[in-house]
């Protein structure tokens, strides 16, 4: 860890120029101080400032080699510290698979690494160092931090309390190892239950119940001193493509756009937001240009910066997704986003390429200099408010009192309990008692557990039943079960008091069908639990019982567990509508149903 001399030394020209208050969020930055950092910037600093992004490896100046040659191959630069040297970048972004979270002492140390490799630069700043941070199926830090429901769970608990909680202890822990901006919460409202990217990190159908959890837990990280950023402006929730991997076009009116999915952004811009990332999206009804969201003019300076009043930070979401690269080449795309009122520029493909193109529109006319001054200015301000001019570096002692706390994780379980959904339960079958249910087989679905959880979920549920008093044995069945593994199954149910089935995203004609009405024919008593999609209950009709915990994530796996055993009651209610399987236009379970005990 760097010593207080060093860090002094460090930051002390900077901090000398910008005197600013050091609470996260209170009162105004001196913008008159801002603008003259600014001044004092070269060209190539300023484009530099524009970007955030990936560099590989658990160190800013000692990675492994193979962490060192993917850089070389992608970057053209050996190390985070080499990154920032040579492009002056303004923003970095953690991912697992860029073995940048290996864990939480690490992290800090990767953090400092890279702040101290800016701050020591001629007229050097400090870095936002950002993640995707969402909880649920989508987390780039894991274990031992704290880990919480995801964002539909959120949602069918409702509990805006909760949510800032989530927000607050989070943000604490994210400072602690030196990650101050978090993309999330995801602010789209999800009406599409087929929409392959979003589904449950989004907090729900109901734009006002989305809206007071986005503003909670935005509350609640920005009061922890990390900027939160609700995404994907100007909406995701209806979509059917994957904007990593296509073009999606939203076919909403205006009209419909203002009643649902402005809903939650307009809370967000109330609640102080730092920054909101925008999406790879066609919206004819907003801008029929053909453009996506991102590279659209009227969409993010003339709805998002003028209309809804939002002047902090905009951030794309990844350029190097498909839904911003079909019309454009990626030496047009940076350029196109910041005519169109974007200031940081995410993750591009091959940054040489986007850097050097943004300095050159500058350098040709096509951008002024003067426009990128006003997203420095934004970005600077961000800085300053998230006290990085005082307080760059992570602190290893504070990584210890603050990361995985046991009141951090009792806290993580308490909110977990709150969203657990019971939707069926024939015959009073639930809860499950130990006298006459003790031998559980679960089966079901183990997708690949999100990052830092224990997994697989079958092992999870039967170690979680078996610590509550029952003796459980798990069976992983998979999301397409062969016949032979569901004969298997079958066999072994004929052994167990009662059967646990973990579902994933089940669809008309999914062996995961066979599997549910072949166990129920054994007589045994049959739990499915929808461990992602809480759609599931719509294809398993012959179920006598069904649970949804909207991930598989430890934490929800373990309250889906005690609600099984009556350790505690259900008590999530639908944050979604769950239409009928042979009638999409018929509702089965509403917008707020869900049982107790």
């Not at 392959?196 to 503003?215: C, E, K, Q, T």
Request: net charge neutral.
């Amino acid at each position: 860890m760097p010593s207080r001399r060093t860090v002094l030394a460090a930051t002390a020209g900077v901090t000398a120029a910008l005197a600013i208050g050091t609470d996260a969020y209170a009162g105004t930055p001196d913008d008159k101080k801002l603008r003259s950092l600014i001044s004092r910037m070269t060209l190539p600093e300023k484009v530099g400032q524009l970007f955030v992004m990936r560099v590989y490896g658990h160190s800013a100046t000692a990675p492994d080699q193979a962490d060192i040659d993917a850089n070389l191959k992608e970057i053209g630069v050996r190390t985070a510290a080499e990154l920032i040297a040579r492009y002056r970048v303004g923003g970095i972004i953690y991912f697992t698979w860029a073995h940048n979270t290996r864990d939480p002492h690490q992290i800090a140390g990767l953090s400092n690494g890279i702040q101290r490799a800016s701050l020591t630069q001629p007229r050097g700043l400090p870095v936002l160092v950002a993640t995707d941070q969402e909880h649920g199926i989508v987390c780039r830090v894991g274990a031992p931090a704290t880990l919480f429901p995801g964002a539909m769970a959120m949602g069918a608990g409702g509990s805006r309390r909760d949510a800032h909680t989530l927000g607050r202890i989070s943000g604490a822990e994210l400072r602690a190892i030196g990650i101050n901006q978090d993309y999330s919460p995801d602010a789209d409202v999800n009406i599409n239950p087929a929409n392959p990217v979003i589904g449950v990190r989004s907090f729900g159908a109901d734009p006002d119940a989305v809206a007071g959890l986005v503003a909670a837990e935005v509350a609640g990280y920005q009061s922890s001193s990390v900027a939160a950023t609700a995404k994907h402006f100007p909406g995701h929730g209806d979509t059917a493509v994957d904007s990593h991997y296509g073009f999606p076009v939203i076919t909403h009116s205006r009209e419909l756009w203002e009643k649902l999915d402005a809903v939650p952004f307009r809370a967000a811009v109330r609640a102080g937001i730092g920054s909101i990332m925008t999406a790879h999206i066609q919206f004819p009804a907003l801008d029929d240009s053909g453009d996506p969201a991102t590279l659209s003019h009227p969409i993010l300076t003339g709805i998002l910066r003028g209309e809804l009043g939002y002047d902090g930070v905009v951030v794309t979401d990844s350029l190097g997704m498909e839904g911003v690269r079909t019309k454009y080449g990626d030496d047009r795309v940076p350029v196109l986003a910041l005519k169109a009122g974007v200031d940081q520029l995410l993750n591009p493909p091959d940054l040489a390429v986007a850097w050097n193109a943004v300095l050159k529109a500058v350098q040709d006319g096509e951008l002024t200099e003067a426009r990128l001054d006003e997203s420095l200015l934004r970005i600077l301000r961000l800085k300053a408010r998230l006290r990085l001019f005082e307080q760059p570096y992570a602190d290893g002692r504070g990584v210890d009192r603050m990361v995985g706390t046991g009141a951090h994780l009792a806290a993580a379980d308490r909110i977990a309990e709150r969203t657990t959904t019971l939707l069926v339960n024939e015959g009073r079958l639930l809860p499950l008692s130990r006298r006459t249910h003790r031998k559980i087989l679960v089966v079901g679905a183990d997708p690949a557990s999100p990052s830092g959880t224990t997994g697989p979920p079958t092992g999870v549920l039967a170690k979680a039943l078996t610590d509550l008093g029952f003796t459980a044995t798990a069976l992983s069945t998979g999301t397409a079960p062969s016949a032979a593994t569901i004969a298997k199954a079958v066999a072994a149910a004929q052994d167990a008091d009662a059967v646990v089935m973990a579902t994933y995203n089940v669809t008309a004609g999914n062996a995961q069908q066979t599997l549910a009405a072949q166990l129920v024919a054994t007589g045994r008593p049959v739990v499915a639990l929808a461990v992602r999609n809480p759609y599931d209950v719509a294809q398993l009709p012959s179920v006598p019982a069904h649970l949804a915990s909207y991930s598989w994530t430890d934490v929800e796996l373990r309250a889906a567990a005690r609600v099984i055993a009556g350790k505690v009651a259900p008590r999530g209610r639908l944050p979604v509508p769950v239409q009928k399987a042979d009638d999409p236009t018929q509702v089965l379970y509403p917008i707020g149903y869900g049982l107790s005990y």
